[in-house]
């Protein structure tokens, strides 16, 4: 087991994955915060609730790239090891929402 250091959307993570999987995990992590950054720091909108609008438009890309059978993601129609890996960080995002909901 591994541990890698991401940024995403200003802040510092440390994620735990198998050995070899740092880079697609970084990888992945950026492509977090590129949509974080679509999302943008508005008015009034939390941290967590920043992370969820990312997940969701990230779950609405991969639900659209295998609706159409489309790379509309960047994943290939066969890419199932992918979109497992991205259903999995949507979940560590509402994980981490949640968190920093609860958080003092």
Do not use: W
């Amino acid at each position: 087991m591994s541990e890698v250091s991401l940024q995403i959307g200003g802040r510092a993570y440390k994620v735990a994955c198998a050995d070899g999987e740092e880079g697609h995990i970084r990888h992945l992590a950026r492509i977090i915060d590129g949509k974080m950054a679509a999302v943008g720091n508005n008015a009034g909108v939390s941290e967590a609730q920043s992370l969820l609008f990312a997940a969701l438009f990230l779950a609405d890309e991969l639900d659209e790239a295998r609706r159409s059978g489309t790379a509309a993601t960047g994943l290939e129609p066969s890419g199932d090891v992918a979109a497992e890996t991205l259903e999995k960080v949507a979940d560590r995002l509402e994980a981490f929402a949640l968190a920093l909901e609860k958080a003092p």
